[in-house]
Antibody, heavy 126, light 108 residues
């Protein structure tokens, strides 16, 4: 059974840094792509970062590019999100999710999040 | 930039059909997916690849696609279906992932 547990959320001041972790279990960690999604209070879901199973390919939303860094540790089966230069607008619940990637029966690429953690709250405020 | 547009809210009475749409250029070439998120909980996938139901999704949930719009239909909506429903897709390059703004479904 896939299990994802986020941690590291906290109250931090603008401009500071924070690192989130996501402990994974119940599936092949190195064969799975992972992602971070956040949700600001009362707002919709926002995808922010992706990393492939080997950790060699990453991508970021424009809103966090250059400030956030995604990484993973296969030995610890843990996903990370290093967040620097935090802004008030980064306040959100941060979810890690496993991303399924493959091809549908008709041969088209399919990619979606099939398992989610329960989230960790990051509050950026002075 | 690519965007996915949903109505902010939909309201139906129990037993009625709820229809939620999601529009965006990305959907002309990429699949649409639907997530259900109940208050205080993580999202749950209810439809994938436009019209497929994961195991565990009730049969009253269905998805469809036409050009740049995907639609989530809940036939005979129940009170427990009250949630925010968010569509999802990727851009043409597959590097950017997109969520719609979410639609709050009220069943009263």
């Amino acid at each position: 059974q896939v299990h994802l547990v986020e941690s590291g959320g906290a109250l931090v001041k603008p401009g500071r840094s924070l690192r989130l972790s996501c402990a994974a279990s119940g599936f092949s960690f190195t064969d799975s792509d992972l992602t971070w999604v956040r949700q600001a209070p009362g707002q919709g879901l926002e995808w922010i970062s992706y990393i492939n199973g080997r950790g060699r390919t990453t991508s970021y939303a424009d809103s966090v590019k250059g400030r956030f860094t995604i990484s993973r540790d296969s030995a610890r089966k843990t996903l990370y999100l290093q967040m620097n230069s935090l802004k008030v607008e980064d306040t959100a619940v941060y979810y890690c999710a496993r991303e399924f990637a493959g091809y549908s029966r008709s041969g088209h690429e399919t990619r979606y999040f099939d398992s989610w953690g329960q989230g960790t709250l990051v509050t950026v405020s002075s | 930039s690519y965007e996915l547009t949903q109505p902010p809210s939909v309201s139906v009475s129990p037993g009625q059909t709820a229809i939620i749409t999601c529009s965006g250029d990305a959907l002309t070439k990429k699949y649409g997916y639907w997530y259900q998120q109940k208050s205080g909980q993580a999202p749950v996938l209810v439809v994938y690849e436009d019209d497929k139901r994961p195991s565990g999704t009730p049969e009253r949930f269905s998805g469809s696609s036409s050009r740049s719009t995907v639609t989530l239909t809940i036939k005979g909506a129940q009170v427990e279906d009250e949630a925010v429903y968010s569509c999802y897709s990727t851009d043409n390059s597959g590097t950017q992932r997109l969520f719609g703004g979410g639609t709050k479904l009220t069943v009263v």
